[in-house]
């Protein structure tokens, strides 16, 4: 009976690894106190011809700002919309699903943004003329040059409007009506879940970005990222 139980408890912690459970839920969450864990930052809808310095594009690891936690590290990323449309993203692939079922997906974002709600500028609002989107693919989330046009892989949908692969989550700005100060704002998705099937490895990606509507330079923190595939 010793032997059984033993392989019982074996068998059921065996389980429980997130390699060996395809069954199970998962919570994918980064706070990048440490790494990336994973994440990737990229840059579309932009023309092919573009000088790619004018975007003035950066993805790096590196302290929140002031008056934010400035000991705590975040995924920094940057561009400037030379395009009226540029949509800039950070990416993760999840494995260890079961390819024939389908999952619901949802997020949690922690992000640090100094753009008021009532800020005006080039083409419209650095807060909330860009678009924060969310959501999963079987498919790798890159940039897609086409017709002298670097689109995205996905349906996004456009600015204030969600896709198929991505939703709408809000946009970017800080919570205040005025105030230019960087500010951590949480965003959720918990009552709009995506469903998604992994590929046949078992694969997911995540995706997170802007889609933006201001043509002017959108620096942004993303603080924490948490994602629960059910």
């Known amino acids: 009976m010793m032997g059984a139980s033993l392989a019982l408890v074996l068998g059921f912690t065996a389980c429980n690894n997130d390699d060996d459970n395809l069954n ?30 004018v975007t003035e594009f950066s993805f790096k690891r590196e302290a929140l700002p002031a008056p934010l936690d400035v000991k705590k590290k975040a995924l ?14 950070l990416k993760k692939k999840v494995t260890g699903l079961d390819p024939n079922k389908t999952y619901n997906v949802t997020f949690e974002i922690d992000l640090g943004t100094q753009y008021p709600t009532n800020s005006v500028g080039i ?13 999963a693919s079987s498919k790798e989330p890159v940039k897609v040059a086409k017709d002298g046009f670097y689109g995205f ?78």
């Open 24 to 53: 199970a839920d998962k919570s994918v969450e980064a706070t990048f106190e440490n790494d990336a864990e994973g994440w990737s930052g990229e840059l579309a809808d932009y023309s092919t011809s573009m000088d790619s310095t």
């Open 153 to 230: 892989s996905l349906d996004k949908g456009n600015q204030a409007t969600g896709g198929k692969d991505l939703i709408l989550v809000g946009n970017v700005s800080n919570g205040t009506a005025d105030s230019v100060v960087h500010k951590l704002v949480k965003h959720t998705t918990a009552t709009k879940p995506l469903a998604v099937k992994p590929n046949e490895k078992g694969e997911l990606w995540l995706c997170v970005g802007t889609d933006s509507g201001f043509e002017g330079l959108t620096v942004l923190y993303y603080d924490r990222i948490k994602a629960i595939i059910k």
């Open 123 to 135: 083409g419209g609002s650095p807060g909330t003329s860009v678009y924060l989107k969310a959501g």
């Open 76 to 89: 920094r990323i940057q561009s400037h919309n030379r395009s009226d449309d540029m949509f800039m993203f």
